[in-house]
C-alpha cells in the first residue's frame, strides 16, 4: 500500500532559523514521483517541487532545499533562514501509476514562523 | 493567465438536494483530478481524470461522480449529500499526472452539507 507520513504536525521557530519538514513514504513500486506543495493561510494550494523515483539528486531553489532519500525512504524539505511569510501548510506527496496516475498525500505539517 | 477555476468558492446545502461543483482549465491540460482536504487527513483523492472519457476513481470516491466530457471541464457531481461530505474540495490538472512538472489547483470549494 502507498503511503505518506509526515509525523510532525506543528512546528513553530523564530525568524531566520532555520527549519525541516520530514515526509517519509511507502510504495513498492520503482516508479513513483514525490512531491511538495505549500497552502498559506490564504487556503491555495502552491506546487513546490516534483522528483521521480530515479532521480535522488537534492535541489536548492534559493531557501529552500529538498533531500531525497530512497534509502530510508525519506523526501525532506529544509526552510534556510525562516520568513514570516513562510507560514502555511506543508504536504508532501507521493504520486505513482496503476492504469491511471494516483497522488496521496501527507496530512501536512503546520508552519509558523514568528517574527 | 494560466488557472484552474472551481465554482462555487462557498456552498451550504441540505442533506439528499444533488449538487455540481464546476472545474474548468484553460491550459488545455489532459489531467484532472478532485480532492477532498479534512482535518489531520490532508488531501485525498476522489476520482481523477487521465483524458477526455476517461475516468477513474481515487481513494475516497463514494458518494461522488465525475464526469470527462470535454478536456477543459471535470465537474463533480454529489447526488444526495450527506453531512460527511462537509469538507474543502480542490480541482487539479496537470498536463500528464506526475510526468508534467507542475500542477494547478483551483481555489477551492468549501462544502457545508446540513
Known amino acids: 500500500a502507498q503511503k505518506v507520513t509526515q509525523a510532525q504536525t506543528e512546528i513553530s521557530v523564530v525568524e531566520k532559523e532555520d527549519v525541516t519538514l520530514d515526509c517519509v513514504y511507502e510504495?513498492?513500486?520503482?516508479?513513483?514521483?514525490l512531491f511538495w506543495y505549500k497552502q498559506p493561510p490564504s487556503g491555495e494550494l502552491v506546487f513546490l517541487i516534483r522528483?521521480?523515483?530515479?532521480?535522488?539528486q537534492n535541489e536548492i531553489s534559493g531557501r529552500y532545499s529538498w533531500n531525497f532519500q530512497k534509502s530510508t525512504s525519506s523526501f525532506n524539505f529544509t526552510i534556510t533562514a525562516s520568513q514570516v511569510v513562510d507560514s502555511a501548510v506543508y504536504f508532501c506527496?507521493?504520486?505513482?501509476?496503476?492504469?491511471?496516475?494516483?497522488?496521496?498525500f501527507g496530512a501536512g505539517t503546520r508552519l509558523f514562523v514568528k517574527a | 493567465e494560466a488557472q484552474v477555476t472551481q465554482n462555487p468558492r462557498y456552498l451550504i446545502t441540505v442533506t439528499g438536494k444533488k449538487l455540481t461543483v464546476t472545474c474548468s482549465q484553460n491550459m488545455n491540460h489532459e489531467y484532472m483530478s478532485w480532492y477532498r482536504q479534512d482535518p489531520g487527513l490532508g488531501l485525498r483523492q476522489i476520482y481523477y481524470s487521465m483524458n477526455v472519457e476517461v475516468t477513474d476513481k481515487g481513494d475516497v470516491p463514494e458518494g461522488y461522480k465525475v464526469s470527462r466530457k470535454e478536456k477543459r471541464n471535470f465537474p463533480l457531481i454529489l447526488e444526495s449529500p450527506s453531512p460527511n461530505q462537509t469538507s474543502l474540495y480542490f480541482c487539479a490538472s496537470s498536463e500528464r499526472g506526475g510526468v508534467n512538472t507542475e500542477a494547478f489547483f483551483g481555489q477551492g470549494t468549501r462544502l457545508t452539507v446540513v
Open positions: 522528483r521521480n523515483s530515479f532521480d535522488e
Open positions: 510504495t513498492r513500486d520503482t516508479t513513483y514521483y
Open positions: 506527496a507521493l504520486g505513482h501509476y496503476t492504469g491511471g496516475f494516483k497522488t496521496i
